[in-house]
């Protein structure tokens, strides 16, 4: 079965600080990964997928299959940055995603 | 389109009673998830449905939850009785099984529900 761990519950930065939210799996196969947000007061929103290999607000994420990780970073966090975010995996072929935890990033004025 | 539409948005109920949330998918997508989401395990998948048929339900705690989707446009989530420890966040998602930028899960606003 999949699993998806994020280590950290909050992450505190101070704005204009690097951003680094981290996400490890584990999965026998060819993973999807994605990241979510959530913003205060509003609904969960994909952000990015590893197979688009975009930038969106900022934000990159790479996948390592060496070290099975998929983390996701920003050079210089801003305030609106602050939100929960969800790292999640979906099976290659299936529709079940697993998301982890989820990490709450608070950006520091 | 509206996206999808949780209601209500808040419940509040005794324990005990029964608790119904609704969900309404984007128009058009035929797979159709439930999950509930808490401090302590975030989110958790409870059920997914693909064209109306329950696919895999294994996330479902126990027989006190249960969930329908009678057709394309409506589903329900039931938890009968409620307990206190039920009290957390439901989210509803919908997607168009498919290849590539198909299958993302788009998000209801949930209904957070309190159990007393």
């Known amino acids: 079965a999949q699993r998806v761990t994020q280590p950290e519950k909050l992450l505190s930065v101070f704005k204009g600080a690097p951003v680094e939210l981290k996400c490890n799996y584990s999965?026998?196969?060819?993973?999807?990964l994605f990241w979510y947000v959530q913003y205060s007061r509003q609904r969960l929103q994909l952000l990015l997928r590893?197979?688009s290999r975009e930038s969106i607000k900022g934000f990159t994420a790479d996948l390592n299959k060496g070290e099975t990780s998929f983390h996701l970073k920003k050079p210089f966090a801003q305030e609106e940055d602050s939100a929960m975010y969800y790292c999640a995996l979906r099976p290659g072929g299936y529709q079940k995603v697993t998301f982890g935890t989820g990490t709450k990033l608070q950006v520091i004025p | 389109d509206a996206g999808v539409i949780q209601s209500p948005r808040h419940e509040v109920t005794e324990m005990g009673q029964e608790v119904t949330l609704r969900c309404k998918p984007i128009s058009g997508h035929n797979s159709l998830f439930w999950y509930r989401q808490t401090m302590m395990r975030g989110l958790e998948l409870l059920i997914y449905?693909?064209?109306?048929?329950?696919?895999?339900d294994s996330g479902m705690p126990e027989d006190r939850f249960s969930a329908k989707m009678p057709n394309a446009s409506f589903s329900t989530l039931k938890i009968q009785p409620s307990e206190p420890r039920d009290s957390a966040v439901y989210f509803c998602?919908?997607?168009?099984?498919?290849?590539?930028?198909?299958?993302?899960?788009?998000f209801g606003a949930g209904t957070r529900l309190s159990v007393l």
């Open positions: 590893h197979i």
């Open positions: 999965y026998s196969g060819s993973p999807e």
């Open positions: 998602a919908s997607s168009l099984r498919g290849q590539g930028i198909k299958n993302i899960q788009y």
């Open positions: 449905f693909n064209n109306n048929v329950p696919i895999d």
